[in-house]
């Protein structure tokens, strides 16, 4: 990807979310910012999640997976799941969470938690695109959603500065 095209798609602004999944009689998370709502009726969301990631594979086998948005207050846990340390299995041994009723790891320091349960898996580039309903959900404490603009990087495929001015970014005056 050229820096233009990195410029431009790094202006679509992303939830933060960490990815939880389980298998193995264990649980794993991930840094995600590839979510969205894709349907009103029924509603459903999407979540793009790379095919060599631990938790892909989990969520193929299991059908269901954790979205856990994390909040202004809660950012340590897009710099823990963001971070080095956590790119492995069991990488869960450095954060609170619990099971969820079925059995997917939430974390309470997230805004709000969804089970979600996979209806359709689209293979699409690198990625698959997980169609999924929402089974259960927990709020956690109230906060403001934290994005991809609130975050000294962004994610477009690889990992680049954050811009600051929009304006002067794309080289606007």
């Known amino acids: 990807m050229d820096e233009a095209e990195a410029r431009a798609w790094s202006i ?12 193995d009689g264990r649980g794993h998370g991930m840094s995600a910012s590839w979510v969205t709502q894709c349907s009103a009726n029924p509603p459903l969301l999407a979540a793009a999640v790379g095919r060599s990631s631990y938790s892909h594979g989990w969520i193929l086998s299991q059908g269901i997976f954790g979205l856990n948005v994390v909040g202004q207050r809660s950012k340590k846990l897009q710099d823990y799941f963001h971070s080095a340390a956590a790119r492995r299995a069991g990488n869960l041994d450095q ?27 689209i ?8 169609v999924a309903s929402v089974s259960a959900r927990r709020w956690g404490e109230p906060d403001v ?16 500065p954050a811009m600051r001015r929009h304006s002067r970014f794309l080289g606007w005056s």
């Open 95 to 121: 954060v609170e969470w619990f099971w969820s009723p079925r059995g997917v790891p939430w974390l309470p320091l997230a805004l709000l938690c969804l089970e979600c349960c996979v209806v359709q898996a």
């Open 12 to 23: 679509l602004t992303t939830g933060i979310y960490i990815l939880t999944t389980r298998g």
């Open 145 to 160: 959603p934290l994005t991809s603009h609130d975050l000294p990087y962004v994610f477009v495929g690889e990992v680049r």
């Open 123 to 130: 293979s699409v580039g690198d990625r698959t695109l997980f």
